[in-house]
């Protein structure tokens, strides 16, 4: 009784006046706008809930590329879905509701008839302790981007037109929030990345160098850099154009990708060269990393508007420790570069830097 008190609702019906009701809204649309989502997170399934009198929520976010919604948090003391499908057929409540960007309040799950929601999909029902719950789909301008679900009314079998107008309020404020929040995280991403392969940047591979040589400082160990030039590349742009060129530097890209880990660090170094941090790798192992790039990309020719263009790569390989600096460890591995060139390209060339005395 007394937790059931607590989570009264303190919606416009409950009771309030307008005076006392905008004091609860508006501490929570001020922690709305931020952009951590684990903040937004916390609002949608802490604080929201009680201001509409609901035990248990749930607070999922959609990516726009699979059509899958993540669950980012809940409050359910049994298991629920991690991840939703809208590809779903028939789609349930939440898809439905997603799909049609309403808010839907379903006052009875056995009778709801839009969409009609068939017993497979009420496989958790006995987990809740009413029939009724609020699917709160999040836009921002126009496009769904997350999902907030209400069930279990304290108090009542099913909520009210006043909750509605509470959660048409949030789920509007929800939206922008986390449109924000995507918005900022794009740009931070593309600060720190090449805009033509999607690559780091030039910038960003110095901090993680630097980044990776103190943790193999503090913690021991080597990391090996490699180093790559595409051979010849400038009669590409001149033969085919600038078009072709960046095709050509896009499917490189992709290859180079392909050799690697997901724990290295590949970034484009300058216009046709590709730099890449193996932490924790042996020279040995750096490379035959460094030779599969190089089998790699010989073997397979660009194709542009019915050309093949045969390109290959001289590349660099060098390892090194804590006791390295920056400028030290792009010496050397530049060093090994040029070499691979003077040698006739399309090949591989080490320098293993000894660590300072």
Request: aromatic share 6%.
């Amino acid at each position: 009784m007394n937790q059931d008190k607590e989570m009264e609702s303190l919606s416009p019906g409950s009771n309030q006046s307008p005076v006392a009701w905008l004091e609860n809204i508006t501490p929570l649309a001020r922690r709305l706008n931020c952009l951590e989502m684990s903040k937004i997170a916390d609002v949608c399934i802490d604080e929201i809930p009680r201001l509409i009198g609901a035990r248990l929520a749930s607070f999922y976010i959609l990516d726009e590329t699979s059509d899958i919604l993540h669950l980012e948090k809940n409050n359910h003391p049994f298991l629920i879905n991690n991840v939703v499908s809208l590809n779903q057929n028939p789609p349930s409540p939440m898809v439905a509701a997603v799909r049609s960007k309403e808010l839907m309040l379903v006052s009875d799950l056995e009778t709801h008839s839009r969409p009609n929601i068939q017993k497979t999909q009420r496989a958790f029902a006995d987990n809740y302790s009413t029939k009724s719950c609020i699917i709160a789909p999040l836009i921002c301008h126009n496009r769904v981007i997350g999902v907030l679900n209400l069930t279990d009314k304290v108090g009542a079998e099913k909520f009210s037109t006043e909750d509605i107008a509470v959660l048409e309020l949030f789920r509007q404020l929800i939206g922008a929030s986390i449109g924000n929040v995507k918005l900022f995280e794009k740009t931070q991403k593309q600060a720190k990345s090449d805009g033509l392969t999607g690559m780091l940047n030039h910038r960003t591979f110095y901090e993680d160098l630097e980044a990776e040589l103190r943790r193999s400082q503090r913690y021991g160990g080597k990391i090996s850099i490699i180093m790559a030039d595409v051979d010849n590349f400038k009669p590409v742009n001149d033969t085919y154009g600038h078009r072709a060129g960046d095709m050509a530097i896009k499917q490189i890209s992709r290859r180079l990708g392909a050799c690697i880990r997901q724990i290295d660090i590949a970034a484009r170094y300058g216009g046709d060269e590709f730099a890449v941090i193996l932490p924790n790798t042996s020279l040995s192992d750096a490379v035959t990393v460094a030779e599969r790039m190089v089998t790699m990309v010989s073997e397979n020719p660009v194709v542009w508007e019915g050309h093949e263009i045969h390109l290959s790569l001289s590349v660099g390989v060098g390892q090194f420790d804590g006791a390295s600096y920056i400028g030290d460890v792009t010496k050397a591995t530049d060093a090994a570069l040029y070499a691979a060139k003077q040698a006739g390209k399309n090949t591989v060339k080490v320098v293993e830097m000894q660590p300072a005395m």
